[in-house]
């Protein structure tokens, strides 16, 4: 009957939202990983600037050529160098000792910093389940191609994951991510803060987050600056957050705070609620690329493969290896 | 109209609060409220509720208030029809004067007729009461016990019988036969031919329709006829013939003693006028006719009758104070109590003694003086000064007689004045009641056990002076009379007559006017109420000697009330129904609840499929 909800409060049941969002489900996200082998076409888009370890068994093309066999100019023999790289030919040819220089690729450093706070933990499929799955995503590219990743949620502000490299690192990458927990609250400028004064050489820095509770994402930004450090802020919404579903006298409750509001939402106030989010990311990607951040929104419910890659593919943030 | 209904509305908003209570319930959660923390603040926050208006709450809300006016059960006049089974009353006037023809065949065959054909228009859930009126009040039948067919068999079946109307025991009989939720019709069937009483004026709870038959009708009748035996043995008659009409009368006039006509003379009657005739008839006529010829509108009244002899009552009388004698009235040294019972007329009586009681013959009157037998014989019993010691009226102290007594027809004529009584005998009998008390003592009992009727003087005559008086033959009288009715002269139609018993008639013919014979047996009934025609009656019997008697009365309809047909005009009263019963004209009040009942359902049919969709 129509009043057999009216004491459901009471009961102590939960709202249709919080059922959707369980546990299980974000522990879930990475079972089914088969959209991973066929991101293997695509390689993450970093800057030639970054600092890399030349000497790490990366793929990605050095600034600077290194005494190598794979001759590109020489320079004249300095101690120290490998006379395995030695040009004796154009050296019997002139009156000093010429070293041959080289390409040699390079590994980029990939820091992928994952909101875990409860805000993230809503919505059918949640956010968190979906940035999980994107993380897992991005980390995959990042390891198959020879990057050094490392992975921190950012309740955390430290690497939980990494830095490590190499394929074989993917099962525990995978673990990592499937054993990430949710964290009540994520203060997301101190995170950036206490991640960049860590010690490192920069990197591509990716943040995925909902952006929600986020008062000075500028500042945050400030702490990843180039050339050390290219950063890229994957905005990840719900489709219900951009246009909910939602009429009358309602009581929201905040799933991080708990705080809680009344609202008469009629079809003006939604209208006004809908411009306002709008504006909100807007102001999001502003931010970004005022502070050389690359901004991309993501919602919650597009597939990896079909949507969320070609997108980023689109934005210049993967491109085919 | 049910005004605690009302209540039914704090129903209202009771529905209204379920409601709010629902809407606040309604509780979501979102990811952050930064993203509504931009709305306008006019919107935000806690503020009065509303009432969350839709299509359920105003369905449930106009449920509730149908059911509301269901409970307060609202009524309106109208014009439909009648739900009401009918019950149709019927009281038919069956005195003599219906019998009248000028109506054919007869006014109370027309108003047969009337009342059938009210019953043939009743449905089969109506129902009908037969009430007559003359002589007394009685309803003939009801078909809800019995059915319409089988009353309009009893209807069919009525004879005028009778003189005079018991209007006040018709309309009581009318007033309990009303069914209250019924719809109820009195309807009267008579010829106006009678003066209705003005103190029954009352109220009857239905309304009551009068159904007048016949015309007003000249009329000539034998309104009396008396007669009284003369010294020498004769029998002297005396007859009164009326005319009701306006117009002067000649009438025909014949005397009939025995069934011989012995005088015959034309009678001038006055318009409205009345003639006295007297007749002085030979020793030995046993009955007596006054007939009158060229019958008038109503032949009933132009006979009367009388019967002039009654067939002896024989008496034995068992005391010790007596002489064993076959007939003692003829002999010398009478007892008290022989000579009062010798006084009495047209009585024989024998005596014995105690011990010779076994083996008696059968007798009319039993008188047990001092002594009682071991059982009580069949008939009347007159019993004095019974013995303390007897098996069949033990003797008993009793506490003083405290109450009052009403007159009783025992004692009528009795003057107790200087009377003294010697000491009664207490008597614990149940079935015996008391008549007369003297000194807290009551000396006088009636009582019926078996078919044996008893009358008790409960004291020793010879004790005081009662046997010395006057009183006693009188009151012997009395108990003889009561112990067995005497057979009468003559009675009115439709009156009951005791028949002579058994013991005096074993055999007995009933010869009615209309010479149509009857057979009776010692089985015979007590009473002959078929006494509805209007004429000599004879009863021809052979008494237990052997020999054969006639006696007979007459059956006189001639009444001033019942032969005066020129009385006919609309009862000069109404009776209207209560105040408190529905006038006739209203409307009747429609229960309006089942409509509302109705709309309650159909509210919340359509309430649980918007509930629902």
């Given amino acids: 009957m129509w009043f057999k909800d009216i004491f459901r409060r009471l009961s102590g049941s939960a709202p249709p939202e919080r059922d959707a969002v369980k546990s299980e489900e974000a522990s879930d996200a990475l079972d089914d990983l088969s959209f991973l082998r066929r991101l293997d076409r695509l390689t993450l888009r970093a800057s030639r600037y970054l600092r890399g370890d030349a000497l790490a068994a990366g793929q990605r093309p050095s600034l600077r050529r290194l005494p190598s066999n794979d001759f590109r100019e020489h320079r004249l023999y300095l101690p120290g160098d490998d006379l395995r790289h030695v040009d004796w030919n154009a050296s019997a040819r002139a009156e000093h000792v010429f070293v041959k220089l080289g390409e040699r690729p390079k590994e980029a450093a990939v820091h992928i910093l994952l909101d875990n706070s409860a805000s993230m933990n809503w919505g059918q499929p949640s956010k968190f389940w979906a940035a999980k799955r994107l993380a897992a995503g991005l980390g995959y590219l990042a390891l198959s191609h020879g990057d050094r990743l490392a992975i921190a949620p950012l309740a955390e502000g430290r690497p939980l994951f990494g830095p490590s490299h190499g394929k074989g690192r993917i099962p525990a990458m995978i673990r990592c991510l499937r054993e990430l927990p949710l964290a009540p609250r994520a203060d997301f400028p101190a995170a950036a803060r206490r991640y960049a004064h860590r010690p490192s050489r920069g990197g591509l820095v990716i943040f995925i987050s909902d952006l929600l509770g986020v008062s000075d994402l500028a500042s945050a930004l400030d702490y990843f600056p180039l050339p050390k450090w290219q950063a890229l802020v994957l905005h990840l919404l719900h489709p219900a957050e951009l246009a909910p579903a939602l009429r009358g006298e309602i009581e929201l409750e905040d799933a991080e705070t708990g705080a809680q509001a009344n609202y008469d939402l009629t079809p003006a106030v939604l209208e006004q609620y809908t411009f306002h989010v709008r504006a909100w990311c807007e102001s999001v990607e502003r931010a970004c690329y005022d502070h050389t951040a690359a901004y991309a929104r993501l919602l919650a419910d597009w597939p990896i493969e079909q949507m969320v890659m070609p997108y980023l593919r689109r934005r210049g943030m993967v491109a085919t290896a | ?613």
């Fill in chain 2, 1 to 613: 109209m049910n005004l605690l209904g009302l209540l039914g509305l704090l129903s209202l908003p009771v529905i209204i609060i379920l409601h709010l209570l629902r809407e606040r319930q309604e509780r979501h959660t979102v990811s952050s409220l930064t993203l509504w923390a931009w709305l306008k603040p006019e919107v935000r926050g806690p503020r009065p509720r509303r009432a969350p208006w839709n299509r359920v709450l105003a369905l449930q809300l106009l449920a509730a208030l149908f059911l509301t006016a269901a409970l307060v059960n609202p009524q309106l006049p109208l014009p439909l029809p009648p739900l009401q089974a009918d019950r149709l009353i019927l009281i038919l006037d069956n005195s003599t004067s219906m019998s009248a023809t000028d109506a054919l065949p007869s006014r109370l065959a027309v108003a047969q007729a009337r009342a059938a054909a009210r019953l043939a228009g009743l449905g089969s859930s109506d129902s009908a009461a037969l009430i007559t009126v003359s002589p007394t009040a009685r309803r003939v039948g009801d078909s809800a016990q019995s059915g319409l067919v089988p009353l309009g068999a009893e209807l069919a079946q009525l004879q005028a019988a009778g003189v005079g109307h018991d209007w006040e025991g018709a309309l009581a009989l009318a007033a309990a036969s009303v069914v209250p939720s019924q719809n109820n019709r009195i309807v009267v069937f008579t010829d106006g031919a009678f003066e209705f009483p003005n103190s029954l004026q009352a109220a009857l709870p239905a309304p009551v329709e009068w159904n007048l038959v016949g015309e007003p009708q000249s009329n000539q009748a034998v309104v009396a006829l008396a007669a009284r035996p003369t010294p020498s043995g004769a029998q002297q008659v005396f007859a009164r013939i009326a005319n009701f009409s306006a117009l002067p009368a000649q009438r025909l006039l014949t005397l009939l003693a025995d069934g011989a006509a012995i005088d015959s003379s034309q009678l001038s009657l006055a318009p409205s006028g009345a003639t006295a005739l007297a007749w002085t008839l030979p020793p030995g006529a046993r009955a007596v006719e006054v007939r009158l010829a060229s019958a008038d509108a109503l032949p009933a009244d132009d006979v009367a009758a009388l019967g002039l002899s009654n067939p002896p009552v024989d008496a034995l009388l068992v005391s010790r104070e007596v002489v064993a004698a076959a007939d003692r009235c003829g002999g010398k040294d009478r007892t008290p109590v022989e000579r009062a019972l010798c006084a009495t007329p047209n009585l024989r009586l024998k005596t014995l003694h105690p011990e010779t009681y076994v083996g008696y013959e059968p007798h009319d009157l039993y008188v047990f003086q001092g002594w009682l037998p071991a059982a009580w014989p069949t008939g009347g019993v007159l019993v004095i000064d019974p013995p303390n010691d007897n098996p069949v009226l033990p003797a008993a102290e009793s506490a003083p007689f405290t109450g009052a007594l009403p007159a009783d027809p025992l004692l009528a004529d009795v003057n107790w004045t200087n009377i003294v009584l010697g000491s009664a005998t207490g008597m614990e009998a149940d079935w015996l009641s008391p008549v007369y008390a003297r000194d807290g003592q009551v000396v006088i009992w009636r009582g019926v056990t078996g078919v044996t009727r008893v009358v008790v003087l409960a004291f020793d005559v010879n004790a005081g002076n009662l046997a010395k008086r006057s009183a006693f033959p009188i009151l012997v009288a009395n108990a003889v009379r009561e112990l067995l009715p005497p057979l009468p002269e003559s009675i009115q139609p439709g009156e009951s007559v005791a028949l002579p018993s058994a013991q005096v008639f074993p055999a007995l013919t009933l010869t009615n006017p209309r010479g149509e014979a009857r057979e009776f047996g010692a089985d015979r009934p007590m009473w002959l109420d078929d006494t509805t025609r209007a004429g000599l009656y004879l009863l021809e019997g052979l008494t237990p000697d052997g020999s054969a008697r006639t006696v007979g009365f007459g059956v006189n309809a001639g009444s001033a009330d019942e032969s005066d047909l020129t009385r006919q005009a609309t009862p000069a009263f109404s009776i209207a129904p209560p105040a408190s019963a529905p006038p006739l004209a209203a409307l009747p009040l429609a229960d309006l609840w089942p409509v509302f009942v109705l709309a309650v359902l159909v509210v919340v049919f359509l309430e649980m499929r918007v509930a629902w969709k």
